[in-house]
C-alpha cells in the first residue's frame, strides 16, 4: 500500500469478472476506494470482497454506453465518496465480424463493440473528468487491444526480446479479418488518450491507453472455445499481472506518463516498461519533460 494511492476513489468499469475485477482488487489493496460497474450481477458481490480491506466500495449493474446510466453513476460516486481520481475505462465487448456480414449483423455488431469498447469509455470519461479537475488532479487510463500497437508499429521501440515469437520479424499489426470492428472500436480509444492527453496536462490529469494482448479470462476463453489447449493458455497474460501495471502507472504520480500506449502482448514481460519519449504525440503538445 501506498500513500498516494490512500483515500482515493477510483471507478473501474467491467469489473464483473476477469481483468476488470482484478483492477478492482489491486486498487483497493493500494487503499483505493473503488466504484465498479458491469452489465453482469456478479459486479454486485465485489463490494463486499473489497471492503474488508478497510476500503469503501459501491457497485452498479449497467451498461455504460448509455448516457443516463454513465452520467447517475459517477454522480452516484462524486456524492458517495466526494470526487473522482482514478477512472479505469475496461468494459469491452468482442465477437466475430467481417466485412461481408448481412447489414442486420453489421448494425448489431456496431452497436455493440463500438457502444461498450468506444462509446462507453467516451462517456466515463467526460461525466468523471470536470471532478477530476476540480480535484486538481487524476488518472484515467483506457484499455485498448495491442492489435493497434504492436512491435511492427513501430519497430524501432520493440524491445525485441527473445521470447517473442516475432523477436525477428515485426508481428503483422491488427488483428484477424474477424475482428473488423472490434479493432475499429478499440484504435479509437488511442485517439481518446491522445487528445485528453493533450488537453487535461494543464489540469494535472494524466491519461494512458493499455494495449492489452491475450490475457486469461473467461471472455477469451469462450471466444476460442474448443481451440484452447494448455499450451496455448501458457502464453497468456494473468489479470492480476496486469492489474499491477495500472497500479504502478498511477504510482508515478504527477510527474508521470501521460499520453503514453503501454504495449502488454505475448512474447513480452508483463510489467511496466520504461517511459518513452513521444514519438507520434510531439513532446511540447503534451508538455513533456525529458528529465
Known amino acids: 500500500m501506498t500513500e498516494l494511492l490512500i483515500g482515493k476513489t477510483a471507478i473501474v468499469t467491467g469489473a464483473a469478472i476477469g481483468i476488470g475485477r482484478a ?4 486498487l483497493a489493496r493500494e487503499g483505493c476506494n473503488v466504484a465498479v460497474i458491469d452489465l453482469m ?19 452498479v449493474v449497467g451498461d455504460v454506453s448509455d448516457p443516463k446510466v454513465a452520467r447517475n453513476f459517477v454522480d452516484d460516486v462524486i456524492a458517495r465518496f466526494g470526487g473522482v481520481d482514478i477512472l479505469i475505462n475496461n468494459a469491452g465487448k468482442c465477437w466475430v465480424s467481417s466485412s461481408h456480414d448481412d447489414l442486420d449483423k453489421t448494425l448489431a455488431d456496431y452497436d455493440g463493440m463500438v457502444g461498450t469498447n468506444l462509446k462507453g469509455e467516451y462517456l466515463m470519461g467526460r461525466a468523471a ?19 493497434g500497437v504492436t512491435c511492427g508499429s513501430p519497430r524501432e521501440l520493440c524491445p525485441r526480446l527473445d521470447s517473442c515469437p516475432w523477436a525477428e520479424s515485426p508481428r503483422p499489426t491488427g488483428g484477424s479479418i474477424v ?3 472490434y479493432d475499429a472500436s478499440k484504435y479509437g480509444t488511442y ?4 487528445a485528453w492527453a493533450k488537453a487535461l496536462r494543464p489540469h494535472g490529469i494524466r491519461v494512458n491507453c493499455m494495449a492489452m494482448g491475450a490475457t486469461d479470462t473467461s471472455m477469451l476463453r469462450n471466444f476460442l ?5 494448455p499450451e496455448l493458455a501458457a502464453t497468456w497474460m494473468r489479470p492480476e499481472d496486469s492489474a499491477q501495471v495500472v497500479v504502478d502507472i498511477i504510482k508515478e504520480g504527477p510527474g508521470g506518463r501521460t499520453g503514453e500506449t503501454i504495449n502488454l502482448c505475448h512474447g513480452r514481460p508483463t510489467v511496466l516498461e520504461p517511459e518513452r519519449a513521444p514519438l507520434y504525440v510531439t513532446p511540447d ?7
Open 41 to 59: 450481477s456478479e459486479v454486485l458481490d465485489l463490494p463486499k470482497e473489497l471492503e474488508r480491506r478497510g476500503v469503501k466500495a459501491t457497485a
Open 191 to 194: 485517439a481518446l488518450t491522445f
Open 179 to 181: 475482428f473488423d470492428i
Open 129 to 147: 473528468i470536470p471532478s477530476m479537475i476540480a480535484r486538481g488532479g487524476g488518472n484515467i487510463v483506457n484499455i485498448g487491444t495491442d492489435h
Open 285 to 291: 503538445s503534451i508538455g513533456y519533460d525529458a528529465r
Open 225 to 229: 472455445g474448443d481451440a484452447v489447449t
Open 23 to 26: 483492477y478492482a482488487r489491486a
